[in-house]
Nanobody, 116 residues
Framework: QVHLVESGGGLVEPGESLRLSCAAS????????MSWYRQALGKEREFVAW????????NYQDSVKGRFSISRDNSKNMVYLQMNSLKPEDTAVYYC?????????WGQGTQVTVSS
């Protein structure tokens, strides 16, 4: 079955960087677009970044453009989110997501906390 496992979250100070990873299994990874979402406490889950199956096309939420970068390694079934110049408002649980024809799948999430 589809399995997504995020890692790399933690507590950092404003301006610092983190790299999130998502390990995928149970489907033909290289044929699916992947995305990252986040959910802050008390708020709805929101889109952060998307990458197509080939890794050539990307899209970002406006608030993270220029600071975050999504990438993937189809040889390792991995998708990454490099987060630079982190701000307190980036604090959230970050989720990896894949959309299949009949369903969407989510990982368990990884907590990112940006605080001084």
């Amino acid at each position: 079955q589809v399995h997504l496992v995020e890692s790399g979250g933690g507590l950092v100070e404003p301006g610092e960087s983190l790299r999130l990873s998502c390990a995928a299994s149970g489907f033909i990874f290289r044929t699916y677009d992947m995305s990252w979402y986040r959910q802050a406490l008390g708020k709805e889950r929101e889109f952060v970044a998307w990458i197509d199956s080939s890794g050539r096309r990307r899209n970002y939420q406006d608030s993270v453009k220029g600071r975050f970068s999504i990438s993937r390694d189809n040889s390792k079934n991995m998708v990454y989110l490099q987060m630079n110049s982190l701000k307190p408002e980036d604090t959230a649980v970050y989720y990896c997501r894949v959309q299949h024809p009949a369903s969407q799948y989510w990982g368990q999430g990884t907590q990112v906390t940006v605080s001084s």
